[in-house]
């Protein structure tokens, strides 16, 4: 592969793997979210099972489980400043009816949003403010329940305001040497 996967310069990439590593490590939500398939020793085995970096619909033939799906955003630029973009980060919990009631005294999706916002709201770990801006209960069909958390951050518009697309530039480069190549000829 032509480019470095492993050292990907993307802002929405680096703050997924920020956020997957605060919900597997966090120890309530690997308790609440009570995977059976899953040894409490290995909670990063939680991501891709219990934990998806997308918003994923549990499909009817799934296992009853409870699962915790986000995403990240680009809303635009901000009015007031160009070099500022605005963000969201949104989180939908999804629980099985079946496994909705807990020994908290509240329902399961209800304890995941109280946690989730208890970790993010005015948390500064993906590098500004993050602010909860809506949560809304909700259901899929008959069998999951759901809470949506959304929360909005700002963050810089390029981290290398300056930056030229690298692969690009290469093959400017490359053709250019080329021409002058053929027309010594």
């Known amino acids: 592969m032509k480019r470095d996967i492993q050292n990907v ?4 990439i680096r703050k997924k ?11 309530d939500i ?6 059976p398939d899953i040894d409490p020793s290995c909670p ?3 991501l891709w099972s219990s ?3 997308f918003i994923r619909i549990p499909g009817t033939q799934d296992k009853s ?4 799906t986000f995403s990240i955003g680009d809303m635009g630029l901000s009015p007031r400043n160009e070099v500022i973009k605005n963000q969201y980060v949104q989180f939908v919990i999804f629980v099985h009816k079946n496994l909705a009631k807990t020994n908290y005294g509240m329902a399961r999706h209800d304890c995941l949003g109280y946690i989730l916002k208890d970790i993010f709201h005015l948390s500064n770990m993906l590098g ?5 801006v809506s949560s809304a209960e909700g259901a899929t069909d008959t069998d999951y329940i759901t809470r949506t958390l959304k929360f909005e951050l700002t963050a810089p518009n390029s981290p290398q305001p300056y930056k030229t697309n690298k692969y690009e530039r290469d093959s400017i480069v490359n053709n250019h040497d080329r021409r002058v190549k053929h027309e010594s000829v």
Not at 17 to 27: C, N
Not at 30 to 35: R, S, W
Not at 128 to 132: A, D, G, P
């Open 65 to 68: 489980k409870s699962y915790i």
């Open 44 to 46: 990063e085995d939680l």
């Open 17 to 27: 793997r920020i956020i997957e590593q605060a919900l597997y490590s966090d120890p």
């Open 30 to 35: 690997v308790e609440v979210l009570d995977d």
């Open 51 to 53: 934990i998806w970096p």
């Open 128 to 132: 500004s403010q993050m602010n909860l």
């Open 9 to 12: 310069d993307d802002d929405i």
